[in-house]
């Protein structure tokens, strides 16, 4: 059990990281030409936002972890 929920945790961190980067790029998108004229505020509140529900969508399963 112990290794399986390791293995586990560390494939959700991934997706959830990479969902934060996706979520908070795509937010940016191209209307900004400079960084001033970025939300930094709504880029981190869409980037959490994809953060949770990644790992709250890895409760349910994560192919990338064998069910033993």
């Known amino acids: 059990m112990g ?3 390791k293995k ?4 959700a961190l991934i997706r959830a990281i990479r969902t ?4 908070a790029l795509a937010y ?3 209307g900004a030409l400079v960084l001033g004229d970025v ?13 949770i529900l ?3 969508i890895a409760l349910t ?5 064998d069910e033993e």
């Open 54 to 56: 990644a790992i709250l």
């Open 61 to 65: 399963g994560l192919p990338e972890v």
């Open 39 to 51: 939300n930094w505020l709504g880029v981190l509140s869409a980037g959490a936002f994809g953060f």
């Open 3 to 5: 290794t399986n929920w």
């Open 8 to 11: 586990w945790a560390k494939a």
């Open 20 to 23: 934060f980067a996706e979520s």
């Open 28 to 30: 940016i998108g191209t």
